[in-house]
């Protein structure tokens, strides 16, 4: 397995990477206030990505309404895209989920889910970054023009 993808950061460089809110939650376990997240009415078909190092998680397709006031999920896009791990905090007995890639906490995972899994995961939309999927090209314009390139993003002086 040594070439399995991995992202690694300072805490000091995640900081500089997320918001302070992304922070708390991917790299301190955080929760967002329920029905307070971007994507928890989000029924767009596309990609859920993690927020901080930009893997695919989720796929809308699993997304369904489950009421609890964050982004819900029958399972991840990738099995092997997230880790998880017992959680005994605050008294509860939870399985945290984490991005496999880059460790960050994306949220935890419970039983009593829809589908043929029964799994619902549940996950902050601080921790997600969506994609969403057939966006409409622009009228008239050329088919083979690609978006604007984001590769060059080396701005940071050390
Ligand atoms: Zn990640």
Same mark, same amino acid.
């Given at each position: 397995?040594?070439?399995?993808?991995?992202?690694?950061?300072?805490?000091?460089?995640?900081?500089?990477?997320?918001?302070?809110?992304?922070?708390?939650?991917?790299?301190?376990?955080?929760?967002?206030?329920?029905?307070?997240?971007?994507?928890?009415?989000?029924?767009?078909?596309?990609?859920?990505?993690? =927020?901080?190092?930009?893997?695919?998680?989720?796929?809308?397709?699993?997304?369904?309404?489950?009421?609890?006031?964050?982004?819900?999920?029958?399972? /991840?896009?990738?099995?092997?895209?997230?880790?998880?791990? /017992?959680?005994?905090?605050?008294?509860?007995?939870?399985?945290?989920?984490?991005?496999?890639?880059?460790?960050?906490?994306?949220?935890?995972?419970?039983?009593?889910?829809?589908? /043929?899994?029964?799994?619902?995961?549940?996950?902050?939309?601080?921790?997600?970054?969506?994609?969403?999927?057939?966006?409409? =090209?622009?009228?008239?314009?050329?088919?083979?023009?690609?978006?604007?390139?984001?590769?060059?993003?080396?701005?940071?002086?050390?």
């Amino acid at each position: 397995m040594a070439d399995e993808p991995r992202v690694e950061r300072t805490e000091e460089e995640w900081r500089e990477h997320l918001t302070p809110a992304q922070y708390d939650v991917l790299r301190r376990a955080g929760t967002e206030p329920a029905f307070a997240g971007e994507y928890v009415y989000n029924k767009e078909s596309g990609e859920y990505r993690c =927020a901080a190092c930009a893997t695919m998680l989720f796929s809308a397709d699993t997304k369904f309404d489950s009421g609890t006031g964050w982004p819900s999920f029958t399972e /991840p896009a990738v099995a092997q895209a997230v880790e998880l791990r /017992p959680d005994r905090s605050y008294g509860m007995d939870r399985t945290e989920v984490l991005c496999r890639v880059c460790g960050s906490h994306l949220g935890h995972v419970f039983d009593d889910g829809p589908g /043929p899994t029964g799994q619902r995961y549940c996950i902050n939309s601080l921790a997600l970054s969506f994609d969403a999927a057939g966006e409409p =090209a622009p009228a008239g314009s050329s088919s083979s023009t690609p978006g604007p390139d984001e590769a060059d993003a080396g701005e940071h002086p050390q």
